[in-house]
């Protein structure tokens, strides 16, 4: 069973940074693409990045994406952080599985972000 294993979540000022992790292991397969998502409190889940490059609006110029093939490891450095950045953080995998190479979907357990004002 594949896991996801995120950190560097915390509590940080509006301003600061942070950088979060995803680990993926016990893989069966080949990795496809790896993203972030947040939510916050009462709301939906929503995509933060993902792919290699690929950040939302709502973020773009504050956050990146970077993906280690090598660790089988995703990183959101998160900069210039505000306080609508708060809500747990979550990364996923798509993974292609033999011996078909069908596609799934994991998901981590979440980080928690706060930032305050």
């Known amino acids: 069973q594949v896991k996801l294993v995120e950190s560097g979540g915390g509590l940080v000022q509006a301003g600061g940074s942070l950088r979060l992790s995803c680990a993926a292991s016990?893989?069966?397969?080949?990795?496809?693409?790896m993203g972030w998502y947040r939510q916050a409190p009462g709301k939906q889940r929503e995509l933060v990045a993902g792919?290699?490059?690929n950040v939302a609006d709502s973020v773009k110029g504050r956050f990146t994406i970077v993906r280690d093939n090598t660790k089988n490891t995703v990183y959101l450095q998160m900069n210039s952080l505000k306080p609508e950045d708060t809500g747990v953080y979550y990364c996923n995998a798509h993974i292609l599985q033999p011996p078909y190479g069908n596609e799934f979907l994991y998901w981590g357990q979440g980080t928690q972000v706060t930032v305050s004002s």
């Open positions: 016990e893989i069966i397969g080949s990795i496809k693409v």
């Open positions: 792919g290699d490059t």
